[in-house]
């Protein structure tokens, strides 16, 4: 009982750190506290360090999505409908989601990373006493990148993927080019589109917010830094996938 009790308030204390780090960033950003050049430096660093493991695997999920669609419909006769299956698949759910789950991995870590050697070095304490917010100088960059580039990855993953279904769909299936592209654009509605490109945006608050808070709170010297690093990277997912299951529902609710 005294075990779940120290536990529980554990995580009511750090929630409510967390909390209020959250609101310290937001306030930077509503005073117009934004240093760009700075945030178009982490935009770099964030948006095309992560490019190429996300279009790797955004086609490979692309292919794998059309290949078992293959086999399954065929059976039926309607292997037309691959592109329907891969399209709105990946608009939906897997391109949204698989994206932030990477970008978490790739750039998260990283951000938790850096923030973490910076910590336990003091550096953060020097910026502190320099004068100079480290909210401001450090934090708010690093999640304004993450709110600007997660959108742009998540369309660039969704391409490549039905990029990768009408490769298989045309060469594999015998499906006419033409006619998979033009049954891929009536298959994805304009609810279809925003309702899973709406959550992107939620995602990466997420990501920004764990792993910057993570970061920022670093102890232990080099061990804590990997310890927090795991930690940043283990929270990102898990409440991705909640808020996932969360947002869906929401959606499917109000616009069907």
Known sequence: MRLLLDLGWHWVAWSGRAVCFLWDVLACVVRGRIRWAETFRQIYEQGVHSVAI????????????????????????????????????????????????????????????????????DQVLATRALGVDPIEYLIVPRMI??????????????????????????????????????????????????????KVFFFAIIIGWICCYQGYSTSGGSLGVGKYTTKAVAFSYIFIILSNTLLTKIILTWWG
């Open 54 to 121: 996300i279009v790797l695997t955004s086609f490979a999920s692309g292919v794998v999505l059309a290949l078992q669609g293959y086999m399954a419909m065929s059976r039926f006769g309607a292997k037309e409908y691959i592109s329907h299956l891969v399209g709105l698949s990946l608009v939906r759910e897997l391109g949204p989601v698989f994206t932030a789950l990477i970008f978490s991995g790739k750039a998260g870590a990283r951000i938790t990373a850096e923030l973490g050697a910076m910590s336990v070095n």
């Open 145 to 198: 990148a993450c709110f600007l580039v997660l959108p742009i990855l998540t369309i660039i993953a969704e391409f490549v993927g039905i990029t990768g279904g009408y490769g298989v769909g045309v060469l594999e299936a015998g499906i006419p080019g033409a006619f998979y592209i033009n049954q891929t654009i009536r298959a994805i509605g304009y609810v279809d589109f925003w309702g899973g490109f709406a």
